[in-house]
């Protein structure tokens, strides 16, 4: 097989690889939480089921076009980006400059959600999508200091060059000389990934499941999909730039392997009231990464 036919087959396979695995992801964080609380919890391929079950139902027919568009655009937005993700060691779009890319199209998919909460016109949804916003617009800040440090260390703005440098074993990892860059970004993920204590746009308690609470059917199992290729996309950021990538088995044992602390954590730490979570990402962590950056910029 040439090399375009090998493209269009890693296209075509890679994206159906990450959705169940992702959806393997979502089926572990429950059972791990629930075990953690003592409970047996459902199996792990649970969110498989769901979603099949999902895309077997009608769609909330009482609303307007844009509420039929916002899930796609999500999903859209989120399956693009992951086209930017070196996994096992290759990207389906690799080029310098990819990284900064990756950077504008994460921004589609909460817009996407945002159009289509706001046709739904439901008060919760408003009030989560808000709060997501809001949660991104501090977590936002430290992603991109720590990239910048990243940056800034290794010369190159290419994923793909990036894990290049850090060939040749644990010991060449920019997890150890970016330590408190790959801190600040740890932190910020927490957020990205919306595990506590940064759940506040999905709080059940609260809002209702946020964002979420006037989707059915197929829009809502297009939300499942779209949150299951976010949490590979979002820690594959993590494992390429400090935990020096891997083949294709390794990439994803790291992958779920950042997934893992960040369940953990969401297992013990309360929710923030959204106010306090801006604050929080906007001190320590902002601070932490700009620590980090100042000393890149001095030692480099």
């Given at each position: 097989?040439?090399?375009?036919?090998?493209?269009?087959?890693?296209?075509?396979?890679?994206?159906?690889?990450?959705?169940?695995?992702?959806?393997?992801?979502?089926?572990?964080?429950?059972?791990?939480?629930?075990?953690?609380?003592?409970?047996?919890?459902?199996?792990?391929?649970?969110?498989?089921?769901?979603?099949?079950?999902?895309?077997?139902?009608?769609?909330?027919?009482?609303?307007?076009?844009?509420?039929?568009?916002?899930?796609?655009m999500a999903f859209s937005g989120m399956l693009i980006s992951l086209l930017f993700i070196p996994i096992g060691n290759k990207a389906l779009l690799s080029f310098n400059g990819d990284i900064i890319v990756l950077l504008y199209l994460l921004v589609i998919a909460p817009l996407g959600m945002a159009l289509g909460v706001g046709e739904g016109g439901n008060p919760m949804g408003t009030i989560g999508i808000a709060r997501a916003l809001t949660l991104m617009l501090g977590y936002e800040v430290v992603l991109v200091i720590s990239i910048i440090s990243v940056i800034l260390y290794t010369?190159?703005?290419?994923?793909?060059?990036?894990?290049?440098?850090?060939?040749?074993?644990?010991?060449?990892?920019?997890?150890?000389?970016l330590f408190l860059s790959a801190l600040a970004m740890d932190m910020a993920l927490q957020g990205m990934l919306g595990e506590k204590p940064f759940d506040q746009p999905v709080a059940p308690?609260?809002?209702?499941?946020?964002?979420?609470?006037?989707?059915?059917?197929?829009?809502?199992?297009?939300?499942?999909?779209?949150?299951?290729?976010?949490?590979?996309?979002?820690?594959?950021?993590?494992?390429?730039?400090?935990?020096?990538?891997?083949?294709?088995?390794?990439?994803?044992v790291k992958s779920f392997a950042v997934f893992f602390?960040?369940?953990?954590?969401?297992?013990?730490?309360?929710?923030?009231r959204i106010g306090q979570a801006f604050a929080f990402f906007w001190t320590y962590p902002a601070a932490i990464g700009l620590i980090g950056l100042i000393l890149v910029a001095i030692l480099k």
């Open positions: 097989m040439n090399a375009v036919g090998l493209n269009i087959t890693w296209i075509i396979f890679m994206p159906i690889l990450v959705i169940i695995i992702g959806l393997f992801y979502l089926g572990a964080a429950r059972k791990i939480t629930a075990r953690i609380q003592n409970r047996y919890g459902p199996p792990i391929y649970q969110n498989i089921i769901d979603v099949i079950k999902l895309f077997s139902k009608k769609n909330p027919t009482n609303h307007g076009v844009m509420f039929s568009l916002g899930p796609v010369g190159s703005a290419s994923f793909m060059e990036i894990i290049k440098m850090q060939s040749g074993g644990v010991g060449h990892w920019f997890i150890w000389p308690h609260e809002v209702a499941s946020g964002p979420m609470v006037e989707f059915g059917g197929k829009y809502l199992g297009l939300l499942q999909l779209y949150h299951a290729i976010g949490i590979v996309v979002e820690t594959g950021i993590f494992v390429n730039l400090f935990l020096g990538g891997g083949t294709l088995f390794w990439w994803f602390v960040a369940l953990l954590i969401n297992a013990v730490m309360p929710r923030f």
